[in-house]
């Protein structure tokens, strides 16, 4: 990741505006949920931003009061032709926001609607695939730095630089156990998907689309915190469980929804980024908001193997891509 080039857009939105008082995160589907972690960290560490995500659509046809010149959009592309999210992107420009857009496709509709691009990797490896939402939470973590000042700055930047090699190590170690969860949840019906914190876009993602779009089975997410306020009545012996558990102040959520799971022998996989030593990279301060790099990264094994089990390749699709709609 390039963390001068986020500098260089955030220092130019300041000289043309100092006073930016909300952050908006717009995007669809994979793409909305790798801005969760960027969302999540302003709305937990800004004192004086206000800070909201939104599906495109959403921001197209409800567009939310007093987005303008003091607003920054931070939208998300990977391909870059999505429809609603090339529609946000010159709807939030048109509005006169700073308008900053990420997107693996250098040259696609979404670009050329924006003010400030970010091209970001995705083919080249496992880290790579966490770049999206990387670039997401360097932005903004640069945008309260510099608008407010963020006491942890130089632990953040720290963790970003360890987070490639930590994921690239981790995903070189779990070969096994994603072969053994392809094998046990093959033929699983529903998968439940929890996780809390940074990583509820993880637990998002996952369930929506590696499961939903790309396997074609039932996903419900569930926040950990949430699991006790209904869902836990569906928990019986072999349920089918999927926890992202997390290093940090939501751990606890996540530990009590695993014991809870234990005590009925639910079947549970657990990708808990403390196995993956999060906590090497990453100080106490900092740890909540990179759990979701480590947990994308580790997942997308988990889903090759559940589709070379099912015989089902991540690429099918039965109206995406082929129907109008
Ligand atoms: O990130 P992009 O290119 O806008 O694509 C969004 C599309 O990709 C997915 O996130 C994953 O296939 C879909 O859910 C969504 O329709």
């Known amino acids: 990741m390039d963390f001068e080039k986020v500098k260089a857009i955030v220092s130019d939105i300041k000289s043309k505006q100092p006073n930016i008082d909300r952050v908006l995160f717009v995007g669809c589907g994979a793409s909305m949920a790798d801005l969760y972690p960027g969302y999540y960290f302003i709305s937990h560490e800004s004192t004086k931003l206000l800070s909201a995500i939104y599906t495109a659509n959403e921001f197209n046809y409800d567009t939310p009061k007093g987005v303008g010149e003091n607003t920054i959009v931070i939208t998300a592309s990977l391909g870059g032709t999505t429809p609603e999210s090339v529609a946000a992107t010159k709807k939030a420009r048109e509005l006169g926001t700073h308008v900053v857009t990420l997107s693996m496709a250098e040259d696609s509709p979404i670009i050329k609607e924006t003010k400030y691009k970010v091209v970001h990797g995705f083919h080249e490896n496992y880290a790579a695939k966490t770049e999206k939402m990387t670039y997401c939470l360097a932005l903004a973590v640069e945008i309260v730095q510099e608008f407010e000042g963020y006491e942890f700055y130089d632990e953040a ?13 981790a995903v070189k ?15 699983e019906k529903t998968i439940y998907v929890l996780s809390s914190g940074a990583s509820l876009g993880v637990a998002y993602s996952t369930a929506s689309f590696l499961f939903m779009e790309m396997q074609w089975i039932a996903a419900p997410t569930v926040h950990t915190g949430e699991y006790f306020h209904g869902p836990f009545e569906l928990t019986e012996k072999d349920a ?8 940090g102040k939501t751990r606890h959520l996540d530990a009590r929804a695993l014991t809870f ?3 009925f022998d639910a079947q549970i996989t657990n990708i808990d980024a403390k196995d993956y030593g999060l906590n090497e990279v990453a100080s106490e301060n900092v740890i909540d908001y990179f759990n979701p790099m480590i947990h994308t990264g580790v997942m997308r094994v988990f889903a090759e193997e559940l589709a070379k089990a099912r015989k089902h390749p991540l690429t099918k699709r039965r109206y995406m891509w082929k129907l109008t709609y």
Request: charged fraction near 30%; glycine fraction near 8%; aromatic fraction near 12%.
């Open 240 to 247: 089918p469980y999927l926890l992202f558990m997390n290093d």
């Open 173 to 187: 170690s779990v070969g096994p156990m994603a072969k053994e969860f392809g094998e046990k949840y093959r033929n």
């Open 261 to 263: 799971l234990q005590r």
């Open 157 to 169: 930047l720290d963790a970003f630089k360890g987070m490639p090699d930590l994921i690239e190590n």
